[in-house]
C-alpha cells in the first residue's frame, strides 16, 4: 500500500506519523485490496478546541473510500476515522466478493 500524508499549516511529527502509519496498517490487515491511502491533516483555528481536521481516503479497484473528522487531536481523529471506514471496508468487501 502506497500512503500519503499531508499536513497542512504544521509540520507532523514523526510519532504522529508513525501514529498514522501503525493505524492503517491494521486496515490493510483486514483488507489487503488497499491500493493506496491519503492522510490530510490540518489545523483549522488555531487555540480553539477541536480544531483539527483529518481527511482519509482510500483508493481500492474499483472504488474509493473516505471518512473525515474533526477532532481535539490528531490521534483522535485518526482513530474515530478508523473506526468510520471499518464499516465502508466491510461494505467494499460484500460487494465485491461476488
Not at 39 to 52: F, I, M, Q, Y
Not at 81 to 87: A, F, N, S
Request: net charge neutral.
Amino acid at each position: 500500500m502506497e500512503l500519503k500524508i499531508q499536513a497542512i499549516h504544521f509540520n507532523a511529527t514523526e510519532k504522529l506519523n508513525e501514529f498514522i502509519e501503525k493505524k492503517l496498517e491494521k486496515l490493510v490487515k483486514k483488507n489487503e485490496q488497499i491500493l493506496r491511502a491519503e492522510v490530510t491533516l490540518k489545523v483549522v483555528k488555531p487555540e480553539t478546541a477541536n480544531n483539527k481536521e483529518i481527511v482519509v481516503h482510500l483508493t481500492l479497484p474499483g472504488g474509493e473510500l473516505r471518512a473525515e473528522k474533526i477532532a481535539d487531536t490528531f490521534e483522535e481523529g485518526i482513530d474515530l476515522c478508523i473506526d468510520g471506514l471499518k464499516p465502508q471496508l466491510e461494505k467494499y468487501k460484500d460487494k465485491h466478493a461476488k
